[in-house]
Structure formats: structure tokens, C-alpha cells
């Protein structure tokens, strides 16, 4: 189990290349499942959770090469409509395969997701958009059973814009008889992306990026190969605006695409970091004194994201004033806060657990400290950039989970930091 080792209070500045998207690439994993034929994704990254992802494909009999960046994928031969509790266990995102393997298979039994611990993250809007389209669910103990001799396209409502509830029924649909409407689908970016690659592959589908999202079904034989760039990472680039601004720096991402952005950086804004978007481009340079922000709030897109959170609270707790974060959809989001205040950060978790007071500035100092998920590890290697002294960040299996050697990139931009073990 590695560790990261921080020498903080080393100024970044230079630039970096943002990759592909962790949330965009995993389910486009899962939808080369529809097709018998060839996909190649490129701009993948090299993280655990793609990883994971291939484990997952070839486990159900799909033949995947690994091309640099590029994933060619086969799938004419899956055989299995198991996915194994192995891989599901390590893998939130793995409930993915529930919609493309029950449209491909007919039927498909898969374990509870695992991934990180954010509270408890029900996925009753998966099983209900899979019953929606005709699918006989059981829910046992340990896994879940699906199956469905055909699925039918229909309305589905969702009571909340889940991007991975929209993801799983815009999979399933592609291959049901008829037209499904997901009406209050989730906008987030990735959901794009996923339709432009289905796109590709011959299917129909059309709305990605507003609240309504149609998709007329198609026979499998229908679809073809398909060939897709997976977007950049809009929380990676985030990630590496805020370690610069923490340490006084600046830093020009590039690979980028500014309105996936504009979240983030009017945020940044607001603590009077200069921000400069040009193409497909955006520089930062870091204030004398970061300012704080009255009230954030995360909010499903084209809101403040949630995996932001940490590594903004990280980067609030040096700026001068009170800020307030709410958070609104996990409520175990928040394990990093005592971590934060063992390296002198000064935050007041209220008692619903999910409303944090950021008392700033104060003057981080290096500390051991636990990472307990991917975005909060990611905040907490921000506050050992920031802070005076060495800091050791353990379990460093998280933020490699959605990060593609995050040591390596801070160390171009002048950062002290290597992962140990």
C-alpha cells in the first residue's frame, strides 16, 4: 500500500497536458459491450479504474489491447453474463455494465458496486430505469439479477439527475425495441462524450447535455466499429489549478475545453486567482493573498462538482476569511476534513455532516495523514504542496484510481512529492 511523500512550500509553475476523463472513458468501457464488432477508445487513461474496467470485459470473454493510450476492443466473443464480485467490489463505476451487458445478454447478474466510501450512493434509479424497459430485477443480498427477453423503450422520469443512472439506461435503450425518453437525465460532460461514441458505433441517440435525452433502439447488427478521443478531465484539470494556486504559482493546462471548465474556474475567480481560457487553453497565476468564497455549494452540472470539493476546501483553508461548503449529494464526502485539520487547517464539520466552515488563513504544516477516498486523498497531496514541512498522504491506491501518476505531472511543475511503496 504506497504512500505519497510531500516536501510542501515548493512554488509551481509551468505547464501541463490534461488527459482523458476517468468519468467519461468508463462508461464507453461499457458500452463496446452492444456491439460485436471492433471500438477503439483513444486518450485513455492510465488509471486502476480503466484497469479494472478491461478486467471486467475480459472477464465476460471481450479481447482487449492495450495501444499506448489506445484500448482496441473486441467483444464478437462474450460468452459470460457474470460480472465477477472481484472486480465489482473495487469498482463503483462497475454498476455501469448492468445496463450493456442486460441489453446484450439478456439477462446479467452483478455484485454490489464498492469504489470509494462516500456514504451510501443508492443505485434504486438503475434498477428502476432497467424494470422501466421490461427487465425482471432481483435483488439479493450480494448481487443483483437482471434479465429480459427483450426490452422495451418507454418515458423514464428520474427523480434525481444521476449520471450514472442516465449512463445505464441510455445503454440499455440502444438496444431495446422502440424509443426510450430519459426525461431529467443528468448534463454532465461525460454524458456527452458517451453519446458522441455511441454516435460512432451506429447508434441513435440524441439530447446528451440537456434534461431530455431520446434514444431509438437499434438491432445489433446494426452497429458497427466505432472510433472515439475520450474528452480531457475536467477534475484533473481542476485538481492541478488548485495545487498551483495553494502554493503561489501559476500554470498553463493545456488539452483542455473551457466551458467543461467554467465551474471551476469562476470559483477560482472568486478567491482572485487570475484565470485566462484562450482555445483550448487556460493559464492561472496564483494572488499574493487567496481570497475566501461566502458560500459553495456542489450541484449536479453545470453546478460546482463534487469531486472538486476536497481539493477546493484544501486550497480555502489558506485563504483569508470564512468560507462555507455545502455538500448535497454524498454524505460521507467530507472524511477529509479531520485530515485537513491535523495539518493545522482550521474547519468545523457541522453536526448534518455535510456543511463544512473553512476558517482561513492558516498556516498548514506537514503531517501523516489518511487518504480515505480519491477526491479527499486529492486534497490532501493540494494541502502538502501548501504546507510547511514534509507530509506523508497514505493509501495512495485511491488517487491512482483517477489519476495517471499524479507524482510524476507535479513533479514537472516543480512540486517535491514521490510516491513510496
Not at 362 to 369: D, E, K, M, T, Y
Request: net charge negative; proline share 5%.
Amino acid at each position: 500500500m504506497g504512500e505519497y511523500h510531500i516536501s510542501g512550500g515548493k512554488c509551481l509553475s509551468g505547464q501541463l497536458k490534461v488527459y482523458g476523463a476517468k468519468n467519461a472513458v468508463l462508461p464507453m468501457l461499457a458500452a463496446t459491450v452492444l456491439s460485436k464488432n471492433i471500438s477503439v477508445i483513444h486518450n485513455c487513461p492510465e488509471i486502476s479504474d480503466t484497469f479494472m474496467a478491461v478486467k471486467i470485459l475480459e472477464s465476460v470473454g471481450a479481447k482487449v489491447t492495450i495501444e499506448n493510450d489506445s484500448l482496441i476492443i473486441s467483444t464478437a466473443t462474450i460468452d459470460n453474463c457474470e460480472v465477477p464480485d472481484k472486480y465489482v467490489r473495487e469498482m463503483r463505476s462497475s454498476i455501469i455494465f448492468l445496463g450493456s451487458m442486460l441489453a446484450r445478454c439478456g439477462k446479467v447478474k452483478i455484485s454490489y458496486p464498492g469504489g470509494c466510501p462516500l456514504g451510501t450512493r443508492p443505485i434504486d434509479l438503475h434498477i428502476k430505469g432497467m424494470r422501466a424497459l421490461g427487465a425482471t430485477v432481483i435483488e439479493e443480498p450480494e448481487f443483483i439479477f437482471a434479465e429480459a427477453k427483450k426490452l422495451i423503450g418507454t418515458r423514464i422520469d428520474l427523480d434525481f439527475p444521476s449520471v450514472g443512472a442516465t449512463e445505464n439506461i441510455m445503454l440499455a435503450a440502444v438496444l431495446a425495441e422502440g424509443q426510450t425518453i430519459i426525461s431529467n437525465a443528468a448534463k454532465e460532460p461525460e454524458i456527452v462524450d458517451l453519446q458522441n461514441f455511441l454516435l460512432t458505433m451506429g447508434a441513435k441517440v440524441s439530447g446528451a447535455g440537456s434534461d431530455v435525452i431520446v434514444i431509438d433502439g437499434v438491432v445489433i447488427d446494426d452497429l458497427h466499429d466505432g472510433e472515439h478521443f475520450v474528452m480531457p478531465d475536467r477534475i484533473v484539470a481542476g485538481t492541478y489549478l488548485c495545487a498551483a494556486a495553494i502554493t503561489g504559482g501559476e500554470l498553463l493546462l493545456t488539452n483542455i475545453i473551457p466551458e467543461h471548465l467554467h465551474p471551476i474556474t469562476s470559483k477560482l475567480a472568486e478567491t482572485n486567482c487570475e484565470i485566462q481560457m484562450e482555445g483550448s487553453k487556460v493559464y492561472l497565476r496564483a494572488p499574493k493573498r487567496l481570497k475566501s468564497i461566502e458560500r459553495i455549494r456542489t450541484h449536479p452540472h453545470p453546478g460546482f462538482p463534487t469531486d472538486m470539493q476536497p481539493q477546493l476546501m484544501a486550497l480555502l483553508s489558506t485563504a483569508w476569511g470564512v468560507s462555507i461548503i455545502e455538500e448535497t449529494l454524498f454524505e460521507s464526502r467530507n472524511k477529509h476534513v479531520p485530515e485537513l485539520n491535523r495539518m493545522g487547517a482550521d474547519i468545523t464539520l457541522l453536526s448534518n455532516g455535510m456543511t463544512s466552515v473553512i476558517n482561513g488563513p492558516s498556516n498548514l504544516r506537514g503531517a501523516n495523514v489518511e487518504c480515505m477516498d480519491l477526491r479527499g486523498g486529492a486534497a490532501l497531496i493540494i494541502a502538502g504542496l501548501g504546507a510547511k514541512g514534509m507530509t506523508i498522504v497514505k493509501n495512495s491506491m485511491f488517487v491512482e484510481r483517477g489519476y495517471v501518476r499524479i507524482e510524476e505531472d507535479l513533479r514537472k511543475i516543480g512540486a517535491d512529492i514521490w510516491c513510496v511503496g
